[in-house]
């Protein structure tokens, strides 16, 4: 089982980024993902979670109404749109799976990415 999340990069504040975490090995259609990130000399946080359908969402309170995570269970893809970027969201992106209910919490998600790096510029 693997998730890689693509498409990190260097961008300057107020630009935007697409990144998005392909799974392989099983599908996780009926999974909860979720995106963290961990800032350097910080511990990971919670950035984002989709429930199975797509139908519930949540962000942490540092990206709302800034970030919209998003899936497309055909290609076994999320997703997280980033926009109004600011320099503190300089961190290395991770995505996850969970296996079993819908979850924010860091520590309940069973599968992990390899992490993308996002700089953000001032």
């Known amino acids: 089982v693997q998730l890689q999340a693509f498409r990190g990069g260097l961008v300057q504040a107020g630009g935007s980024l697409r990144l998005s975490c392909a799974a392989s090995?099983?599908?996780?259609?009926?999974?909860?993902m979720g995106w963290f990130r961990q800032a350097p000399g910080k511990e990971r946080e919670f950035v984002a979670v989709?429930?199975?359908?797509?139908?519930?969402?949540d962000y942490s309170d540092s990206v709302k109404g800034r970030f919209a995570i998003s899936r497309d269970n055909a290609k076994n893809t999320v997703y997280l749109q980033m926009n109004s970027l600011k320099p503190e969201d300089t961190a290395v992106y991770y995505c996850?799976?969970?296996?079993?209910?819908?979850?924010?919490?860091?520590?309940?998600?069973?599968?992990w990415g390899q992490g993308t790096k996002v700089t953000v510029s001032s």
């Open positions: 996850a799976a969970r296996v079993g209910v819908y979850t924010t919490r860091l520590r309940e998600f069973d599968y």
């Open positions: 989709v429930n199975w359908s797509g139908s519930r969402t």
């Open positions: 090995g099983r599908t996780f259609s009926s999974s909860p």
